[in-house]
């Protein structure tokens, strides 16, 4: 089993910004891809940003230019800089990671959330 530990999370004004960061207990280099996603009060959890297989950078189109990725492979460690905060990009976050195995598709992991709340 693969855990992850997501932090940072936390209550900030509009404008404002956060750091969220998500530890992985196993090596990140193993990963197929690995990065962000949120989930709003009545809206579907949806992909704000990842590292694919080929490493580089997505990034959802609501969050381009105000959100930014970024990893530390030493520490299996990655984290999302969040500035220009919004209203609306209050969600619960939550980490994930997929993991090549021995057989057969990789795996999905998935941190246990951390909510972010930007005040109007």
């Known amino acids: 089993q693969v855990q992850l530990v997501e932090s940072g999370g936390g209550l900030v004004q509009p404008g404002g910004s956060l750091r969220l960061s998500c530890a992985a207990s196993r090596s990140i280099f193993s990963t197929t891809a690995m990065g962000w996603y949120r989930q709003a009060p009545g809206k579907e959890r949806e992909r704000v940003a990842a590292f694919t297989s080929g490493a580089s950078a997505t990034y959802a189109d609501s969050v381009k230019g105000r959100f930014t990725i970024s990893r530390d492979s030493a520490k299996n460690t990655i984290y999302l800089q969040m500035n220009s905060l919004k209203p609306e990009d209050t969600a619960v976050y939550y980490c994930?990671?997929?993991?090549?195995?021995?057989?057969?598709?990789?795996?999905?992991?998935w941190g246990q959330g951390t909510q972010v709340t930007v005040s109007s």
């Open positions: 994930n990671a997929r993991y090549v195995t021995y057989s057969g598709p990789p795996e999905d992991y």
